[in-house]
């Protein structure tokens, strides 16, 4: 399957106009992740590097057919002297299928702090996905190979008072990436559209149900590698009307807190017929 780099490559069609590549997939829909990806970069090639990417606010407004290219229209909505602002809008067969705004800082200094990290089994002690999955699920993680996932088992995984539905997965890019950090910050918003509505389904597991990304929401806190292993802390306050929503802390293995997501996602129950 695709590797990060095919999956994020993009065309400059013109100074704001864009098209992604076509990568080899067994999905029905394109992976959101990769339309989320994909239009973060588009984004990111119309401001100054002097400006990183501290948040992204994004639609899955229709399903992407993965056998087509998705052009990615950028508009440059505010360029100040601390933030920019970019719209984007991903386009296949004349209709929107996405669309996110992204926000850019240079940085600037002030007070700090974060929550600390929780106590998890470490990645090492825990098997590789690959080697644990039934066939079907190991069939559907090839889309992903390129990835080490290891997710922590729910006995394991820590206990909140109050949390009703968590999981807790471990996750790296199994290849080296180049050290670019806002080639890493667009992987991590490919990767982060996995698992995380999995995080619904942990208190019914037995369920079975329609899945969809509807939004996205991520903010990027400090430096990371997406090459080095990073713990994805993932809880669901509510499930209601066949919507969930899910939220999720990112941390590197020394404690750094460095991304935090939201995603509200479609888990319609699964009509027999």
């Given at each position: 399957m695709a590797t990060i780099e095919e999956a994020l490559e993009i065309e400059r069609l013109e100074r704001d106009i864009f098209r992604g590549a076509i990568t080899e997939s067994q999905l029905p829909r394109t992976f959101g992740g990769q339309v989320a990806g994909q239009a973060l970069v588009s984004a990111v090639r119309t401001v100054?590097?002097?400006?990183?990417?501290?948040?992204?606010?994004?639609?899955?407004?229709?399903?992407?057919?993965?056998?087509?290219?998705?052009?990615?229209?950028?508009?440059?909505?505010r360029d100040g002297?601390?933030?920019c602002t970019r719209r984007v809008t991903g386009i296949q067969d004349g209709q929107a299928i996405?669309?996110?705004?992204?926000?850019?800082?240079?940085?600037?200094?002030?007070?700090?702090?974060?929550?600390?990290?929780?106590?998890?089994?470490?990645p090492d002690h825990l098997p590789d996905a690959s080697t644990t999955l039934s066939p079907e699920r190991l069939w559907a993680m090839r889309e992903w190979e390129h990835w080490d996932i290891r997710h922590v088992p729910p006995g394991q995984a820590t206990q909140r008072e109050g949390v009703v539905s968590a999981q807790q997965v471990w996750f790296r890019y199994r290849h080296p990436l180049p050290d670019d950090h806002l080639f890493h910050v667009c992987t991590l918003a490919y990767m982060s559209d996995m698992t995380l509505l999995g995080s619904s389904k942990a208190i019914h597991p037995d369920t079975p149900t329609q899945?969809?990304?509807?939004?996205?929401?991520?903010?990027?806190l400090r430096p990371f590698r997406a090459d080095e292993w990073l713990l994805y802390d993932q809880s669901s306050p509510s499930a209601q009307a066949g919507r969930a929503l899910t939220e999720g802390k990112i941390w590197d293995r020394a404690g750094n807190l460095v991304a935090m997501v939201m995603q509200e996602g479609l888990i319609r129950t699964l009509r027999r017929d």
């Amino acid at each position: 399957m695709a590797t990060i780099e095919e999956a994020l490559e993009i065309e400059r069609l013109e100074r704001d106009i864009f098209r992604g590549a076509i990568t080899e997939s067994q999905l029905p829909r394109t992976f959101g992740g990769q339309v989320a990806g994909q239009a973060l970069v588009s984004a990111v090639r119309t401001v100054d590097p002097a400006y990183r990417v501290h948040s992204l606010h994004g639609y899955f407004l229709r399903p992407g057919n993965p056998l087509a290219r998705t052009v990615y229209q950028v508009e440059r909505i505010r360029d100040g002297r601390s933030f920019c602002t970019r719209r984007v809008t991903g386009i296949q067969d004349g209709q929107a299928i996405f669309m996110m705004s992204a926000s850019f800082h240079h940085g600037d200094q002030g007070p700090e702090h974060q929550d600390v990290m929780p106590t998890v089994e470490p990645p090492d002690h825990l098997p590789d996905a690959s080697t644990t999955l039934s066939p079907e699920r190991l069939w559907a993680m090839r889309e992903w190979e390129h990835w080490d996932i290891r997710h922590v088992p729910p006995g394991q995984a820590t206990q909140r008072e109050g949390v009703v539905s968590a999981q807790q997965v471990w996750f790296r890019y199994r290849h080296p990436l180049p050290d670019d950090h806002l080639f890493h910050v667009c992987t991590l918003a490919y990767m982060s559209d996995m698992t995380l509505l999995g995080s619904s389904k942990a208190i019914h597991p037995d369920t079975p149900t329609q899945d969809a990304s509807l939004d996205h929401a991520m903010w990027f806190l400090r430096p990371f590698r997406a090459d080095e292993w990073l713990l994805y802390d993932q809880s669901s306050p509510s499930a209601q009307a066949g919507r969930a929503l899910t939220e999720g802390k990112i941390w590197d293995r020394a404690g750094n807190l460095v991304a935090m997501v939201m995603q509200e996602g479609l888990i319609r129950t699964l009509r027999r017929d």
